[in-house]
């Protein structure tokens, strides 16, 4: 087999593409594989598929391509437009190596894709010697393409919840499949009309707002307005992790606030945010030196104890019972931290006992929370929403992007 031979057999071409030659320039590690095609061959109408059409004119394009060892490779070929038969003009065809409008083959832009969640895309760029501008374009393109194909005809339960894409106020709202376990929707802000933009995405993949019987989120007004507008037949959880969160803040409050009286509180946060079994050797012994004082924290952190045997109730109605046994301890406990954090969880009562039906957890919406900030921490973040919704995506969609490998 001769050189040029090799070559096109190398890149997979077929008929009538094939290698017209190679220039190898070691002192400026780059390889050029020039590519045409025979006087005469037809091509296919790009824009009604007919076969048949001649070469009208030509028109020298490249593409950058998978690296030749240390040395960067880049294919030339002189791409024909052709005349339809059937009267659709003169058109470019679409080569079998690129999609249209690329600067890059299929074959380095699947590697990209492949290199993207695992790596930040800057030193991807770095290493390959491209600007990442044009990396992200390839990613935004391609998980665009695969979200095309996304199926949610099945979805019933939605998990939601923000994260910050920016210091700053800047967040993306991300929308889950609770039963599937997998990304369905991102989109930046945190109101109300994330949760509309999502039901419009869930319509435009064969899904429907009325299959959605059961979310769950944070206690966000945003959220709880955006769903009962879109999915008015929903039930919504606010599970463990919201409660604690709430009942924790109202902890520290009450230490803040007493540590002006008592000096010794100072630099305990994270003991009265654990639960005893979880604490240290060290942090056991301080919170027992802690709690002969009798103070106000003690008797918060006991409430926060308490509400946590809410979630071992065997039933809805023993739950409520529970709950209302704790309401009236919590709002009878003279810190008013505690008192309002009890006035919170009364406001969402039916919310926070519907977990004893759905079972439904933010531990998967946490996760992956999770994961992309630690994305985002490894890339140093990200210069737009637009691709910080790209990577989410990529981290947890798990899209078929259908390209060769």
């Not at 590690?29 to 025979?38: C, E, N, T, V, Y």
């Not at 100072?266 to 060290?282: A, D």
């Not at 056991?284 to 924290?297: I, N, V």
Request: glycine share 6%; charged share 25%.
């Amino acid at each position: 087999m001769d050189q040029k031979s090799l070559f096109t057999a190398a890149l997979g071409l077929t008929q009538p593409w094939e290698v017209w030659g190679t220039r190898f320039q070691p002192e400026e590690k780059r390889l050029d594989i020039s590519i045409g095609f025979p006087r005469g061959s037809l091509f296919t109408c790009p824009v009604c598929g007919s076969p048949g059409a001649k070469a009208h004119d030509t028109e020298e394009k490249s593409w950058r391509h998978l690296d030749f060892f240390q040395h960067e490779t880049w294919l030339t070929a002189r791409v024909p437009r052709v005349r339809c038969n059937r009267g659709c003009g003169v058109k470019s065809i679409q080569v079998p190596w690129a999609r249209p409008d690329s600067g890059f083959t299929l074959l380095f832009e699947a590697l990209i894709m492949a290199f993207a969640p695992e790596m930040p895309v800057a030193q991807i760029a770095e290493h390959l010697g491209v600007h990442d501008t044009r990396l992200w374009r390839i990613i935004r393109h391609h998980v665009s393409e695969a979200r095309k194909d996304l199926d949610m005809s099945k979805v019933g339960r939605v998990g939601m919840d923000e994260t910050a894409s920016r210091r700053g106020h800047n967040y993306i709202s991300l929308f889950f499949d609770m039963d599937d376990g997998r990304l369905l929707f991102a989109t930046s802000g945190k109101n109300s009309n994330t949760v509309e933009e999502f039901a419009k995405d869930l319509a435009s993949h064969k899904g429907t707002p009325k299959s959605i019987l059961q979310t769950c989120c944070d206690m966000s007004p945003a959220f709880i307005s955006g769903i009962e507008k879109q999915f008015p037949q929903a039930e919504i959880t606010f599970d463990r992790f919201h409660i604690m969160k709430i009942v924790n803040d109202a902890v520290d409050q009450v230490r803040r606030e007493e540590t002006t009286t008592q000096p010794q509180l100072k630099k305990t946060r994270y003991i009265w945010l654990k639960n005893p079994e979880n604490l240290t050797v060290r942090q056991q012994t301080t919170l027992g030196s802690l709690t002969d004082l009798h103070l106000k924290t003690a008797r918060a952190y006991q409430i926060k104890l308490t509400i946590q045997e809410l979630f071992l109730q065997p039933s809805r109605e023993e739950g409520e019972a529970f709950l209302k046994r704790w309401y009236f301890w919590a709002t009878h406990s003279r810190l008013p931290p505690i008192v309002s954090a009890a006035k919170t969880i009364k406001k969402h009562w039916d919310g926070v006992l519907n977990w004893f039906d759905s079972q439904l957890t933010s531990g998967l919406v946490e996760g992956f929370n999770s994961l992309l900030q630690a994305a985002k921490a490894r890339a140093r973040g990200y210069r737009t929403n637009e691709n910080f919704i790209a990577m989410a995506y990529l981290i947890g969609s798990r899209l078929d992007f259908a390209l060769p490998t």
